[in-house]
Structure formats: structure tokens, C-alpha cells
DNA sequence: CAGCCGTGGAC
DNA sequence: TGTCCAAGGCT
């Protein structure tokens, strides 16, 4: 059921509110100083699907070593992703480095100001084309993330799932009807920081929201319901076995493929498998096609549960020492000194591991 | 369009 | 311990 729109009166008066409770009660961030291009792209991208409080730190390290968009195309890929460790979606800085690398050959440098031409760049969808176009550069392009979603349908009532494709194209009607034509940095921003402080997924501040006269919503005592939750999906269970090969103060590490989970990224050489059955046997036989290395395994030193978007694995380490390392290191296999290792890019789970294994043979 | 891609935090 | 979700994009 769609509700009738707001007037121009009741638009007016929620753009002015929520304008002036951004002014007030904005938090203070990096990319808010001065609405450099630049960074607001990074801080964009790194805040899709993950929280300011995770990225902050991972911003700040990022600005101080890459100042300039000029630096990001020159630097080293390694570099990159080692910048990005721990911050999942690892697609996300390799299509950083490649958007850098077009903006300064294509347009000399300077970020495209159209939405249109920002579609065109890798990793920049229609929510981060908007949000770079108005909050950069003030244009009033429609923004529609997770909190404005929410926000939108309790202040609208919209109780259809809002995944459902018209009620996207409602939303997207919505969030470009709103905006304050010379006022869209401040009021997208505003939106969302409202989503994300105050009218929150559970327990929402109503009573601090500067817009809940115009929320039907809140009015109806619906906040909770809206918008409707999809019904989740069961993770599944997989399981990993990783070898732990020393030689000589190195451990071996194996390179992730790329366009595959955690690419890029650095790991110990490994099998995985639906079912525990066999693992430790077939992770022996992938040691010496692969590895050129045959080695009976040790019994199992520590096991862990990695957890991403669609499965929970079992992880378990089975430590070796080896006389003399196998076949040659190549592109994708490295013995590692243990001091280098800080260097690499590892999956999050794997390097706790590997800080609890090297304390365990310090002792 | 449904599935894929990470991780930490809240409850 | 389990479940859900977060400033999405891509295939």
C-alpha cells in the first residue's frame, strides 16, 4: 500500500530538520575536512558493507601512505593489498588501483564530476557514483545504501521487502525527490548518518530523531517491523586443512588465484573439502604433485573457524619441518623468512594464527 | 537475479 | 554460541 507523498510544505520542513541536526551532531571525519575527491572515493569504497568504526584505522594508514590519487597508480600492488589487509572484499582495491590508473591516463588526473562518466570506473556502482557526485562535488545525484533504505521506508511506511525490484525504484524515486537542489552533500550525508546513529536497524533513538514527525512509522509503532528483513540463508560447512612447512627459520606460503575468495592474498599451502574425511591425506598428495614435497604430516596443532558471506569453514594446521625445501619457489609459492612474514597479505584468520604459532616455539 | 565476495561488532 | 547486519558491486 503506498502512501500518499509528502507536500511541499512537510519536504520542506524535514529537509530544514534534518540539515540542521547534520550541522549539529555530524561526527568528525578525515574526508569531511575538506571533500577531497580523492578521499572521499577511498572512503567510500572502503565503507561499502563495513561499518566507519572498522574502516577508520585502515583509512588513516591509507591516506598516510598513499596522499594523492598519483600514488595510488604508481604504487606497487603488494603495497596495495597490504594496505587493504583485514578489511575484506578484496576485489575493492584491486579495482581502486585500476580506477587510479584510468582517471590519471583518461582524465588527467581529475576525478569525473558526472555520474554517468563514474559509472564508467571499476568498483563504482550506482550508490558510489551518487555519493562521490554529491558529496564531492555537491551535485544533487540520489544516494540509496542500507541506512537510507531504512530511513526512507519508516518515514514512508513501506512495508513490501525492500530487495522487491519496484520498491527499489521507489526508493531511488524518493532519495532524488528529496534533495535540497544546492544542499545534496549535506543532505545525502545527513541521511545516512541519521541511519547510522540513530534510526538503527534494532532499537532505533526515536526520540532523538530530528525527522520522527514525519515518520508514519513511528507514528504507527511500526519502527521494528520496517523494513521487512529477508529471510537468511544457512551458512555452509566446509573444511581446510593448511600445512605449516618450516625449513631452515621459512615457512612456505602459496599465493590465492586471482577472481576467487581472498585473491591476492597470501595463505599456507592447503586443501578443502565438504566433509573432514581424508583431508590430512589429500592436503599429503597435493604437497607432492604441487609442492614437489613428500612429507608424512604431523598431528594437528590448532584449528579455527573462518567465517565469510556463504560458509563456515573448519581449519586445521598440520605442521612439518623440513631438511631441504622441494621445488623452487615460483610466482605463486615463496619461502618466507619469519621476520618477512609481517610483510605479506594474509587472510585475517591466518594471521592470528600465525602469531599464536610463533609464540608457541619461542617457548 | 541470485550468488558471490570478509570481517568485526552488536545483541 | 548463534544470528544479523554494515556507507555495494559484479556476474
Known amino acids: 500500500m503506498k502512501q500518499r507523498d509528502l507536500n511541499a510544505n512537510e519536504l520542506e520542513d524535514l529537509q530544514q530538520s534534518l540539515l540542521k541536526w547534520f550541522k549539529e551532531h555530524q561526527r568528525k571525519l578525515p574526508w569531511r575536512e575538506n571533500y577531497e575527491p580523492y578521499q572521499v572515493w577511498i572512503s567510500e569504497i572502503m565503507l561499502q558493507q563495513t561499518q566507519v568504526k ?55 588526473g581529475q576525478f ?16 558510489t557514483a551518487g555519493a562521490i557526485a554529491s558529496i564531492a562535488f555537491n551535485q544533487p545525484a540520489p544516494i540509496l545504501d542500507g541506512n537510507v533504505t531504512r530511513v526512507l521506508c519508516r518515514v514512508r511506511k513501506i512495508e513490501d521487502p525492500p530487495q522487491l525490484g519496484d520498491v527499489g525504484k521507489e526508493l531511488w524515486r524518493l532519495a532524488e525527490a528529496w534533495i535540497p537542489k544546492e544542499e545534496a552533500r549535506n543532505f545525502n550525508q545527513a541521511l545516512m548518518e541519521l541511519g547510522a546513529t ?30 521487512a528483513s ?16 618450516r625449513c631452515n627459520k621459512k615457512l612456505l606460503f602459496s599465493k590465492r588465484l586471482e ?49 565469510y558471506t556463504n560458509f563456515k569453514t573448519r581449519v586445521g594446521f598440520y ?45
Not at 114 to 120: F, Y
Open 259 to 307: 577472481n576467487s575468495l581472498l585473491e591476492g592474498l597470501w595463505e599456507f599451502p592447503s586443501v578443502e573439502s565438504d566433509t573432514k574425511k581424508k583431508l590430512k591425506g589429500t592436503l599429503e598428495e597435493h604437497l607432492e604433485r604441487n609442492y614437489g614435497i613428500k612429507v608424512t604430516l604431523g598431528k594437528e596443532i590448532h584449528q579455527l573457524e573462518h567465517r
Open 198 to 227: 540513530v534510526c538503527l536497524p534494532s532499537s532505533p533513538n526515536c526520540l532523538l530523531c530530528p525527522i520522527r514527525q514525519h515518520c508514519l512509522a513511528f507514528e504507527l509503532g511500526k519502527v521494528e517491523a520496517i523494513p
Open 54 to 108: 572498522t574502516m577508520l584505522p585502515f583509512y588513516r594508514r591509507w591516506m598516510e601512505a598513499l596522499p594523492g590519487i598519483r600514488e595510488v597508480a604508481e604504487a606497487d600492488e603488494e603495497l596495495l593489498i597490504k594496505l587493504w589487509e583485514g578489511l575484506g572484499y578484496y576485489r575493492r582495491v584491486r579495482n581502486i588501483r585500476k580506477t587510479a590508473e584510468m582517471i590519471c591516463n583518461e582524465y588527467g
Open 230 to 245: 529477508k529471510p537468511g540463508k544457512v551458512p555452509r560447512q566446509r573444511y581446510r586443512a593448511c600445512a605449516v612447512i
Open 319 to 363: 605442521p612439518v619441518t623440513l631438511e631441504v625445501p622441494g621445488k623452487k619457489s615460483n610466482e605463486t609459492t615463496s619461502w618466507v623468512e619469519i621476520p618477512k612474514i609481517e610483510d605479506l597479505a594474509l587472510p585475517r584468520p591466518y594471521r592470528r594464527f600465525i602469531e599464536w604459532y610463533l609464540e608457541q616455539f619461542r617457548n
Open 112 to 127: 569525473p564530476e558526472q555520474v554517468a562518466e563514474l559509472l564508467k570506473l571499476p568498483g563504482i556502482g550506482r550508490y
